[in-house]
């Protein structure tokens, strides 16, 4: 596939669902340079990591809605026409559904059932890639993990994340339309909220040691993760969006390399020359939603896309902290 898409979307009427966080907004930008029509849908609910100043530059080129995905009347005017729909409104991680999981069903699951019958209803055209997570497998897999795994989430947010693959899958096979997933493994970069742990613990933990602060492993911090830079991820959706050959599939999101978790601090400590490790017993809490290693098998995406992530993991922590320390400065400036 050609490595330049402004062919393929200048022009074109895209959505993006929860436009205003860290994966949509990379999005957007990336769009909007190649020419696409850009319309952003966010609800902006505290807890969901959208950021305003995330599409700073770019919202001229933008129609900015704030809404939610839950609003019948929203989604049939938005998904009316659109050529393309990056998926990624729901819950931000695996706490919002320990705290209040009815919540939890109803933004995750009821509001996508929402945006597919709206798309079953009157936009059965359009490409839709929906952004699903790693947490949808078994624990303790032998890895890499391929996409055939066994299924058995730990968590709300994984199983709902499972049953909103179901629901893609199920409206692409009895309805028609044309859907894909991305089971997403950890994704870091710009444009991510970095204060607390919930929204990606690779920012997390730039954001300690940019503080100078302690960086806390749980225990031996030995557990393999797979790290994906977002400019990787970005280019993963896009070429999801446009290939018609991945209708109806699922497919592993990552850079497809293991890195522990205590290799990855280490690496953050190096990078921002800030910071130092503790190593801490595990709470109990989360000692029960442990995952385990977890390496991505990406085959089945590269043979796909023709595209493997390019971005190491202190490459992609050196942009990040650039991005952090400019980003740090003009709100200094300001």
């Known amino acids: 596939m050609k490595q330049d898409m402004r062919q393929d979307f200048d022009g074109s009427q ?3 669902t929860g436009g205003m966080g860290f994966i949509g907004s990379n999005l957007a930008h990336r769009l909007v340079s190649l020419g696409a029509r850009v319309t952003i849908l966010d609800a ?3 807890q969901n ?3 305003p100043v995330n599409l700073d530059g770019i919202t001229n080129n933008t129609e900015i809605v704030i809404d939610d995905i839950r609003n019948v009347d929203t989604m049939r005017r938005l998904l009316a026409g659109k050529d393309y729909i990056f998926n990624l409104a729901g819950q931000v991680g695996v706490s919002a559904g320990l705290k209040n999981s009815a919540m939890d069903f109803d933004i995750s699951c009821l509001g996508q059932l929402n945006l597919l019958e709206s798309c079953r209803a009157i936009n059965r055209r359009a490409r839709i890639v929906f952004a699903s997570s790693r947490l949808v497998y078994q624990r ?3 890895v890499p993990v391929d996409e055939n795994a066994p299924l058995k989430p730990l968590s709300i947010y994984g199983i709902h994340k499972l049953t909103v693959e179901q ?3 199920l409206f692409n096979q009895i309805y028609g339309l044309s859907t894909v997933c991305l ?5 870091y970069g710009p444009r991510q909220r970095i204060q607390g742990g919930n929204y990606g613990i690779v920012n997390w933990f730039l954001y300690l040691a940019m503080k100078n602060d302690t960086i806390k492993v749980f225990g031996d911090g030995a557990q393999l993760r797979d790290y ?3 400019d990787d991820l970005t280019e993963i959706f896009l070429r999801c969006a446009l290939l018609p050959e991945m209708e109806g599939q699922v497919y592993n999101a990552g850079s497809g390399e293991g890195t522990t978790l205590v290799e990855m601090a280490r690496a953050v400590v190096e990078t921002t020359g800030a910071g130092n490790i503790e190593h801490v017993p595990w709470p109990e809490n989360q000692a029960r939603t442990e995952t385990g290693d977890f390496v991505a098998k990406i085959d089945k995406l590269v043979a796909a896309t023709d595209f493997r992530p390019q971005t190491g993991l202190r490459q992609g922590l050196q942009k990040t902290v650039g991005f952090l320390k400019q980003e740090t400065g003009q709100a200094e400036t300001a």
């Open 140 to 142: 303790n897999l032998p």
């Open 44 to 46: 902006m609910l505290p």
């Open 167 to 169: 629901y893609h899958r």
């Open 49 to 51: 990591g959208g950021n």
């Open 183 to 187: 089971r997403i493994t950890n994704p």
């Open 14 to 16: 895209v959505l993006i």
């Open 228 to 230: 994906l830079y977002i």
